[in-house]
């Protein structure tokens, strides 16, 4: 089969009629840029070969285009040497879309029958059809739909290759595998040692004498450490009882006390003085303020008197030009008020027409609003539901409390078995295992931990019964179970749950709250989007608009005209035209005015202003006794004394300053001498504690033989992981076993995929000489790429390496296809978007290569780097909608 044609119409961007035509047998390339509706192409041509037209699904839907429209595609298909046109109208709903089929100009096949030709002609990819393997999708040249195309694959292999279980093994290596398979699921599983099994427990038992021998040694480290410790606390209280040291720092504190006080008088000193500075620094600032005053107040009579002249000067002349200007604004505000009634004349014909437009307009937004507000309102109703929801089951407060009670039992269950009583038998020669505890024989020289006690029995003698402490694991262990039990007990009485609730179950109705928030959210979300205000403003817009006025503007006759509203805003802009020539005179008589206006007022405030200054003037020069020069030379005179007086209270100050002693040292000192006796006093004490605390662990350490049960628990260790070595050397000798059946087996499977790797081969080295990809025999998938003497699987290669060897492989299997005599078109949606330069010349070349007696598709938006592929070039031209 051949696609010779492709037309759409009504198909995602595709609203009006396009086509591609003139595909010929070869390579065929489609190169355009983003967004020109490759993909839509793609999609289209899966849709009319495996979609029926009846269908309304999620896939179809996608397909029609955001403006309204049902999707409409035909293709014409060379078919052994006859001309066939496909066409599929789909249509909204389920059931209701046609197909038909025409052979030339004569209609073949239609509804039923006509998919039921389409299923026989290509399976659909789920069924085995090539186009599932060779039909690309944009970017996904990987094999992320093994599973959907396995069939194809090894279809396609059974139909080269003939019967295959010859050449697989047989069933004595089958059955030898099944052993040493049993052999390794006795021991170990996938995910590591079995449970139970010899492996798991010679693990857990070096693991348990592992942790025995590090316990030990901790406890032989602290011993010592501690030994350490009192050693050096010994020596540091014989330093502090040396009566020699205690004098010293007596005397240091007798002699910081004696030069604190010395400091402090000779302060008291100092501040006197300093105070004395003070005051004469004071009565010169007075004076400096006076004398000061009195030269800014001469100087402020002078100026005031310039200045009350020249404001008289300027109120004369504005006075005289304000009073043409006056005369001109009262001219300029009749003409403006004539103006101004013919604008507003004008502005209330046009107001009226536009106002009978607006209510039109808004009869439309009504509609509108009904059909958001129908929608807000069902939203609403789902929101009451599902917040109900929200509201049953633990919030995540309660869940945090039930986890952490569960955790908190857990410690308390192992605190119980390492609070338990242990016990330790030793036999005599001969009567290992006479003891029984519960029934079971007791191992000797082995510590068990007892913390639900037991029954020791002896055979012919009696028994012990052992009963376990009530010790603070147990209280713990209980505390823990109750407050478990009521964290539970509290999800009991919440909304919508009844009966008792076990962990599990708080879990899950945790989730279902969750669950529900987040709908709830999302409900919220969409209701915010339709009605941003709220749907209480929305039914108020709704309301608004349901007025007299507007029932009235249905009526055909009330909106008017474009020409009525052209010639009411000419009429407008006419009228407005000439008061705002009125309103131009007027403003800029008036501008003259007001600026004339603030002039003279500027002015007369400036001479009133002036006047006042220079009165306070005169009333401040008139307050000085006798002439203003006597004044001024007995205030020099008084500032001057006043400034002889604070440079020898100055000096003074400065002499006391450089011979004082530090107070603040003094008192650090003293202090520091105070503090040093009583730290002696107090480390004496902590050291007396410390030194009896050590010696009562020590005692206890040693007590306990620490470091002969370490040694005891080494020589454990030793045999332990002697057993656990031999029982690993069991297991990788049994998996080496079952790698090289695995080998051979895989061996004997080559064959099955020798036409792939041979119509492989050549394409590979197009790419890299030399090179070797080996294919998973089961699944006829790329397993490891061999270059360079490496092996690489084919997860671990980049993304550009793995599009392209899986486009190869894609080549390789249409090439086998053609030679069964099942050609199909390989179609290729911008299959190479990871490839660099070099390498996308050689892919063109397999292309190339391989288009020779099959058809290639390829889609591109790489217009550029795709001119050099050759092939027919193809494009998307309109075309005439179909009759």
């Given at each position: 089969m051949k696609i010779c044609a492709i037309r759409l119409e009504n198909t995602r961007r595709f609203t009006d009629p396009v086509e591609i035509t003139g595909i010929g047998p070869g390579l065929n390339v489609l190169s355009a840029a983003n967004e020109q509706g490759k993909s839509t192409i793609f999609d289209a041509l899966h849709a009319v070969f495996f979609k029926d037209a009846k269908s309304w699904d999620k896939e179809i839907r996608a397909l029609a285009p955001r403006a309204g429209g049902e999707p409409r595609i035909e293709v014409e298909i060379d078919l052994e040497g006859q001309r066939y046109r496909l066409a599929k109208q789909f249509r909204k709903g389920s059931g209701k879309g046609e197909v038909r089929i025409w052979q030339g100009?004569?209609?073949?096949?239609?509804?039923?029958?006509?998919?039921?030709?389409?299923?026989?002609?290509?399976?659909?990819?789920?069924?085995?059809?090539?186009?599932?393997?060779?039909?690309?999708?944009?970017?996904?040249?990987?094999?992320?739909?093994a599973k959907e195309t396995l069939a194809a694959r090894q279809d396609l292999m059974s139909s080269v290759t003939g019967e295959v279980d010859a050449i697989t093994g047989g069933q004595r290596m089958d059955a030898i595998r099944r052993d040493v398979r049993q052999s390794l699921d006795r021991l170990v599983t996938s995910r590591g040692a079995k449970k139970g099994g010899a492996l798991e427990q010679a693990e857990t038992a070096?693991?348990?004498?592992?942790?025995?021998?590090?316990?030990?040694?901790?406890?032989?480290?602290?011993?010592?450490?501690?030994?350490?410790q009192r050693q050096e606390l010994r020596a540091e209280l014989a330093s502090l009882q040396d009566p020699e040291v205690q004098q010293e720092q007596a005397a240091r504190l007798r002699q910081a006390q004696q030069d604190?006080?010395?400091?402090?008088?000779?302060?008291?000193?100092?501040?006197?003085?300093?105070?004395?500075?003070?005051?004469?620094?004071?009565?010169?600032?007075?004076?400096?303020?006076?004398?000061?005053?009195?030269?800014?107040?001469?100087?402020?009579?002078?100026?005031?008197?310039?200045?009350?002249?020249?404001?008289?000067?300027?109120?004369?002349?504005?006075?005289?030009?304000?009073?043409p200007v006056q005369a001109e604004v009262k001219t300029a505000q009749v003409a403006y008020a004539s103006a101004q009634l013919q604008s507003k004349s004008d502005e209330a014909q046009l107001a009226a027409l536009q106002q009978a437009e607006r209510l039109a307009q808004q009869l439309q937004l009504r509609g509108a609003l009904e059909a958001k507000l129908a929608q807000a309102r069902r939203l609403q109703q789902q929101m009451i539901a599902l917040k109900s929801q929200a509201e049953q089951g633990p919030d995540q407060t309660d869940m945090d409390r039930i986890e952490a009670c569960q955790a908190a039992l857990a410690l308390a269950q192992n605190a119980q078995q390492l609070a338990a009583a242990t016990l330790v038998v030793s036999y005599d020669s001969g009567q290992e295992g006479a003891f029984l505890l519960n029934g079971d024989p007791l191992r000797g020289g082995a510590k068990l931990s007892l913390p639900q006690g037991g029954k020791i029995t002896v055979p012919g003698l009696g028994a012990i019964d052992l009963y376990p402490g009530q010790g603070l694991g147990a209280d713990q262990l209980q505390r823990a179970e109750q407050e478990l039990a009521a964290a539970l007990a509290t999800v009991s009485g919440l909304g919508g749950v009844t009966g008792s609730v076990d962990l599990d179950s708080a879990r899950v109705l945790f989730r279902q709250r969750q669950e529900a928030l987040q709908s709830l959210r999302?409900?919220?979300?969409?209701?915010?989007?339709?009605?941003?205000?709220?749907?209480?403003?929305?039914?108020?817009?709704?309301?608004?608009?349901?007025?007299?006025?507007?029932?009235?503007?249905?009526?055909?006759?009330?909106?008017?005209?474009?020409?009525?509203?052209?010639?009411?805003?000419?009429?407008?802009?006419?009228?407005?035209?000439?008061?705002?020539?009125?309103?131009?005179?007027?403003?800029?008589?008036?501008?003259?005015?007001?600026?004339?206006?603030?002039?003279?007022?500027?002015?007369?405030?400036?001479?009133?202003?002036?006047?006042?200054?220079?009165?306070?003037?005169?009333?401040?020069?008139?307050?000085?006794?006798?002439?203003?020069?006597?004044?001024?030379?007995?205030?020099?005179?008084?500032?001057?004394?006043?400034?002889?007086?604070?440079?020898?209270?100055?000096?003074?100050?400065?002499?006391?300053?450089?011979?004082?002693?530090?107070?603040?040292?003094?008192?650090?000192?003293?202090?520091?001498?105070?503090?040093?006796?009583?730290?002696?006093?107090?480390?004496?004490?902590?050291?007396?504690?410390?030194?009896?605390?050590?010696?009562?662990?020590?005692?206890?350490?040693?007590?306990?033989?620490?470091?002969?049960?370490?040694?005891?628990?080494?020589?454990?260790?030793?045999?332990?992981?002697?057993?656990?070595?031999?029982?690993?050397?069991?297991?990788?000798?049994?998996?080496?076993?079952?790698?090289?059946?695995?080998?051979a087996r895989g061996a004997a499977q080559e064959a099955y995929v020798g036409p792939v790797l041979q119509e492989l081969q050549p394409l590979l080295r197009l790419l890299w000489p030399e090179a070797r990809l080996?294919?998973?025999?089961?699944?006829?998938?790329?397993?490891?790429l061999q270059r360079a003497g490496q092996e690489e699987s084919f997860d671990s290669l980049s993304g550009g390496t793995q599009e392209q060897i899986a486009l190869l492989v894609r080549l390789a299997f249409a090439r086998l296809l053609a030679r069964a005599g099942r050609a199909a078109p390989v179609i290729l949606d911008d299959a190479i978007v990871y490839t660099d330069d070099a390498r996308i010349e050689k892919l063109f070349d397999a292309l190339t290569l391989q288009a020779g007696d099959m058809q290639i598709l390829v889609f591109t938006c790489r217009q550029k780097s795709f001119r050099s592929l050759g092939g027919t070039q193809l494009s998307i031209r309109p075309t005439a909608p179909v009759a």
């Open positions: 100009s004569q209609l073949f096949l239609q509804s039923d029958a006509a998919e039921a030709w389409l299923q026989e002609l290509i399976k659909s990819p789920k069924d085995g059809g090539p186009a599932g393997l060779l039909w690309v999708r944009q970017g996904l040249t990987d094999f992320a739909d070096v693991a348990q004498l592992v942790a025995r021998e590090e316990d030990f040694a901790i406890k032989v480290q602290q011993l010592r450490a501690q030994l350490d604190l006080v010395a400091a402090e008088r000779y302060q008291e000193k100092l501040l006197s003085v300093g105070q004395a500075l003070r005051h004469a620094q004071l009565l010169l600032d007075s004076h400096d303020s006076k004398l000061a005053v009195f030269q800014t107040r001469q100087t402020d009579h002078r100026e005031a008197a310039q200045a009350c002249a020249l404001a008289e000067e300027r109120l004369r002349q504005v006075t005289a030009a304000l009073e999302e409900a919220e979300i969409r209701l915010a989007l339709l009605a941003p205000e709220g749907v209480v403003a929305l039914m108020q817009q709704h309301a608004g608009l349901a007025d007299a006025d507007l029932e009235a503007a249905e009526a055909p006759d009330a909106a008017p005209t474009p020409q009525q509203l052209d010639q009411a805003e000419a009429a407008l802009a006419s009228s407005r035209a000439v008061l705002d020539q009125a309103a131009t005179r007027r403003d800029a008589a008036k501008a003259q005015e007001a600026e004339l206006r603030l002039g003279f007022e500027a002015a007369n405030a400036h001479h009133q202003a002036a006047l006042q200054r220079l009165q306070r003037a005169e009333v401040g020069l008139a307050g000085q006794e006798g002439d203003a020069k006597e004044a001024l030379a007995r205030l020099v005179q008084q500032r001057a004394q006043s400034a002889q007086d604070v440079a020898s209270a100055q000096a003074q100050v400065e002499t006391l300053q450089q011979a004082a002693p530090d107070l603040e040292t003094a008192r650090a000192r003293a202090l520091r001498a105070q503090s040093g006796l009583e730290t002696s006093r107090i480390r004496l004490q902590e050291l007396g504690r410390d030194l009896a605390v050590l010696d009562s662990r020590i005692a206890t350490g040693a007590g306990e033989a620490i470091e002969e049960e370490l040694a005891e628990v080494r020589g454990q260790l030793v045999s332990a992981r002697q057993g656990l070595a031999a029982i690993s050397f069991e297991v990788a000798m049994l998996r080496r076993l079952d790698l090289a059946l695995e080998k080996d294919v998973d025999a089961g699944q006829v998938l790329p397993q490891h």
